[in-house]
């Protein structure tokens, strides 16, 4: 049954704790949930660079863009060229980027208490080493994975 999938489970958290941010946070802040996973890391590691919030965030590099060029938009993320490689550009929050993260982190800091509350502080400690193992997991999987080619292999007679 589809409920007994870990996968189905792991999607099913994710969504039910999107859900409220966006109804409350995102729209009191006009942010949507890719911007604000894009503001937090780039709060958190001011100098980062577009791959690296992809690869930190699990997002695709198009969903990154787009969340860049909406927080570039409403003036909350600042580009800096790359001093050690003109191809690169670095990531920051503007003032008005460090506002906005202010509330949305002390909310998100709030969600997380409520809803780990129920669990113990060594369930939460297991729970985060599980899902750090997961992540990797996942990682080393993907880059193991073939590139997938373009054009399709000729039949075979």
Not at 10 to 25: D, I, K
Not at 66 to 86: E, H, N, S, V, W
């Amino acid at each position: 049954m589809v409920d007994d999938l870990l996968f189905f489970k792991l999607v099913r958290v994710v969504n039910l704790t999107a859900r409220p941010f966006a109804q409350r946070v995102g729209k009191e802040q006009q942010l949507s949930l890719n911007e604000w996973r894009v503001m937090a890391l780039v709060g958190a590691q001011p100098g980062c660079t577009a791959s690296q919030v992809a690869e930190h965030t699990g997002l695709d590099k198009m969903a990154v863009s787009r969340a860049l060029a909406g927080l570039q938009k409403a003036r909350r993320i600042q580009r800096q060229d790359d001093p050690t490689d003109q191809r690169r550009t670095r990531l920051s929050l503007s003032a008005a980027g460090r506002a906005v993260y202010a509330v949305a982190f002390a909310r998100a800091q709030k969600r997380e208490a409520e809803l780990f509350e129920g669990l113990t502080a060594r369930e939460r400690t297991m729970l985060s080493t599980m899902l750090d193992k997961l992540v990797a997991s996942v990682s080393a999987a993907d880059d193991e994975a073939p590139v997938a080619r373009t054009r399709a292999a000729p039949r075979k007679p």
